[in-house]
């Protein structure tokens, strides 16, 4: 495995519901727990997605809602996040099952990363499998932290 997008990515089978299991966070999600993202599909050309967490330490869940787009001249795990326009950062999807139970999504220069899964947990054999896959790609999986789901 290397540090670069995924391919092939069935759009439609990609939307829904994902729960961040783990994650190396960005700064903007950097004290969330609980993480759930929605990706709904518009117009297959992006997808509006509703992230909902919990902040550190606080019972009230927050939402935040965001953009997704993906480009037809580049593979299609290559994609860029909107959350405040114009502004894009990218996304890329490094591993994804072949049954979209998981996604593995990460960084072209490895900053941030998110083991994200259909069900609130995964099992702790692929969990230790992915992680170390991560590891050899030149992430810094010791910086993992979990959602606590």
């Not at 999600?29 to 997605?49: A, P, S």
């Amino acid at each position: 495995m290397e540090n670069q997008p995924v391919n092939i990515i069935d759009h439609k089978a990609f939307a829904g519901k994902w729960y961040s299991l783990y994650s190396i966070p960005t700064l903007l999600d950097k004290n969330w727990k609980q993480t759930t993202e929605t990706y709904t599909l518009v117009d297959d050309d992006h997808y509006d997605v509703l992230t909902t967490y919990h902040k550190e330490g606080k019972a009230e869940q927050k939402t935040i809602t965001s953009k997704l787009f993906f480009d037809e001249h580049k593979p299609d795990g290559d994609m860029k996040a909107q959350f405040l326009w114009p502004f894009k950062i990218g996304y890329w999807v490094i591993e994804l099952a072949d049954d979209y139970s998981y996604v593995v999504v990460g960084h072209p220069e490895e900053k941030y990363l998110f083991i994200m899964a259909r069900e609130p947990k995964i099992e702790p054999e692929l969990l230790r499998d992915i992680i170390e896959r991560c590891r050899k790609i030149g992430y810094d999986t010791g910086s993992l932290v979990s959602q606590e789901h």
